[in-house]
């Protein structure tokens, strides 16, 4: 058994398949939790591979999870798509939210239409997670240095 050290944080590899999630039938789970430590996790259509370093999603439900990423910024992602060959990725990060302004209209912008037509009075909040260690099973394979 060999050890390897974990790549330096690049999601541009995901683009195609996160940024696909939704119209495979495989959204994104995202996990949250409140300042008391309370969890929750939801699926998210939206989720985009922003950049190379940062994951984004559209927030439309203003419910549990966005009142837990007010408290707690922290958040974590999970991803499988077996018909891409993508195993079960696991992404933690930091988010911040964009209520108003630029960033918010560029996540909009990116969000797919599906999900845009279920905040017709354009409501929704943009989550941009700054990524810091991706796993894959048990074994990191990517970490913010």
Do not use: C
Not at 11 to 22: C, Q, R, S
Not at 32 to 37: I, N
Not at 42 to 63: C, I, N, Q
Not at 101 to 130: F, H, M, W
């Amino acid at each position: 058994m060999t050890n390897q050290t974990p790549a330096p944080i690049d999601l541009t590899a995901f683009e195609d398949t996160i940024g696909n999630a939704f119209g495979d039938g495989t959204p994104t789970l995202w996990a949250t939790a409140s300042k008391d430590g309370l969890p929750d996790l939801a699926p998210k259509g939206s989720t985009m591979v922003w950049d190379k370093d940062h994951l984004a999603f559209w927030e439309r439900a203003h419910g549990t999870m966005l009142e837990n990423l007010r408290e707690n910024p922290h958040a974590a992602m999970f991803y499988r798509n077996r018909d891409r060959g993508v195993g079960a990725r696991r992404f933690f990060g930091t988010a911040e939210l964009y209520a108003t302004g630029e960033i918010r209209e560029a996540v909009r912008s990116r969000t797919v239409q599906a999900e845009l037509d279920r905040d017709p009075d354009n409501k929704g909040v943009a989550v941009v997670v700054r990524i810091d260690r991706v796993a894959d099973g048990s074994k990191d394979v990517q970490l913010r240095s």
